[in-house]
């Protein structure tokens, strides 16, 4: 039948960090924050991954010194038995598996287990990526984590047909991703340029793939958005906040969405997201 069933999560390493600072008036002290990949099934498509979270290359000795730097202040966490491979193991897939890797946007927690997949495609926002590209060090973008033939293998969200999905005003650009309406890609400003967040829809629920535009779901449940002090690595932090209402109207208007942030433990205690009765 022409539907997807169950949107999976599972983490692919965590870093560490002060609650406070993705939460606003969260506690001082600090939280581990898993970087959550996704994998569904699209019937014509196959396997879909989102986002790949970060790699045990980044602690190997050829590893630039900004990335080790990065790893070192971020205090991340991971290992081969907790990279994206390991993760799609016991989900019983390999990376040979995954016919479409999306990458929301170009941070190393989420691009960083890119060179596992060596024949699937990859789709991300135009805009998004000339913009990691140009501004590399602003925006904290390290190359050498995506695959040498990442450009021959990557298609953008921005040739797909544009949806004019009226639930999804307010927010960035929507497009209909496969052409059938199951899956819709939204362009959300703030935390990064044009970051990719995915609506995965089924007939009793759509979970909302949001990527690092809130930090948790109770963020946008309550609007409550980081610590203002982390607006020095935002990339628009206006937008962000005006984002962030949105998913909290979204949230309010739509009580069956699933929300799912990059960083949210909740996904990861149930596994999960059902899409159908
Ligand atoms: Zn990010």
Redesign the pocket.
Known sequence: MHKIDTVRFFAAGSCFQKEGLSLRGGAWRDVEFPAVCAVFRHPQIGWVLYDTGYDPCIYASNTKLSLKWYAKFMKVKVSQRSSVVAGLKRLGLAPDDIALVVLS?F?P??IGGARSFSKARFLCSRAGYIAACTKPKRLGFHRELLPDDFEERCEFVEDRSPSSEHVLRGLGGVYDVFGDGLVLGVLLDG??PRQLALLVRGNARSCFLV??AAWSTRAILENRPPHSITRLIQDDWQTLLRNLKQLNRLACENPTWRFAP?HCRENLATGECRLQD
């Open positions: 946007h941070h927690d989420h935390h990064a990527s690092d990059s």
